[in-house]
């Protein structure tokens, strides 16, 4: 069975810092890791994923995450917190191999105080 | 190369009605996985096609149905609605082996 935990149901940081939006894992299969945002009233937009290979994914809009498989994590990071970043961030888990089925976290609602 | 469409954006339905609701993938995208997301269970995964084969079910009620056309377009079905049934309603499309999945923009369904 395949589960997501977000820590932080809110996470509120200054424009300019760091922003880290924690995610760990449940995986029974080596699993594909994925960050998604979404915007009021929009889809999912995919920031990044890791599949096999380097451990360090960079996405889009200046965000990485870093697969660790000895602590079940895969966490979101930004230098630097832009205005526009906030949204609501979900983490998801899928095989991958078997087909398209996500497991998603609750969601981790990211506010920038100008 | 245009993203996926969701049709209708809104829909207003009435308990015991049933409703259809269409996404049309990414072309050359052969999966579309359909997802449930409300305020109190998050997003829930209803099932997921592949060339035209259910191929993935998530823990819905047999109201929830769906079908893949040739064309890889998907309808998803949900009869006698109930009030809980309001929800958004993503379709997410992927060619089905690389694990990404792209989603449109959602149906708004609500049920009065």
């Known amino acids: 069975a395949q589960s997501v935990t977000q820590l932080g149901s809110h996470v509120s940081v200054s424009e300019g810092a760091l922003v880290l939006l924690r995610c760990n894992y449940s995986?029974?299969?080596?699993?594909?890791l994925f960050w998604y945002v979404q915007y009021p009233n929009q889809g999912l937009q995919l920031l990044l994923k890791?599949?096999?290979?380097?451990?360090l994914v960079k996405g889009i809009n200046g965000f990485e995450a870093e697969f660790k498989k000895s602590e079940t994590s895969f966490h979101l990071t930004k230098p630097s917190a832009h205005m526009s970043d906030a949204a609501e961030y979900f983490c998801?888990?899928?095989?991958?191999?078997?087909?398209?089925?996500?497991?998603f976290g609750t969601g981790t609602s990211l506010t920038v105080i100008p | 190369k245009a993203g996926v469409t969701q049709t209708p954006r809104y829909l207003i339905k009435t308990r015991g009605q049933q409703v259809t609701l269409s996404c049309s993938p990414i072309?050359?995208?052969?999966?579309v996985s359909w997802y449930q997301q409300t305020p109190g269970q998050g997003l829930q995964f209803l099932f997921e096609?592949?060339?035209?084969?259910?191929?993935n079910k998530g823990n819905f009620p047999g109201r929830f149905s769906g079908r893949q056309f040739s064309n890889s377009r998907s309808e998803m079905n949900v009869s006698t609605l109930e009030l809980g049934d309001s929800a958004l309603y993503l379709c997410?499309?992927?060619?089905?082996?690389?694990?990404?999945?792209?989603f449109g923009p959602g149906t708004r369904l609500t049920v009065t």
């Open positions: 072309s050359g995208h052969r999966s």
């Open positions: 096609y592949f060339s035209e084969t259910q191929r």
């Open positions: 998801a888990v899928s095989e991958g191999r078997t087909g398209n089925q996500f497991y």
């Open positions: 997410a499309s992927s060619l089905g082996t690389e694990g990404s999945a792209y």
């Open positions: 890791y599949t096999t290979g380097a451990t």
């Open positions: 995986s029974s299969v080596p699993p594909y």
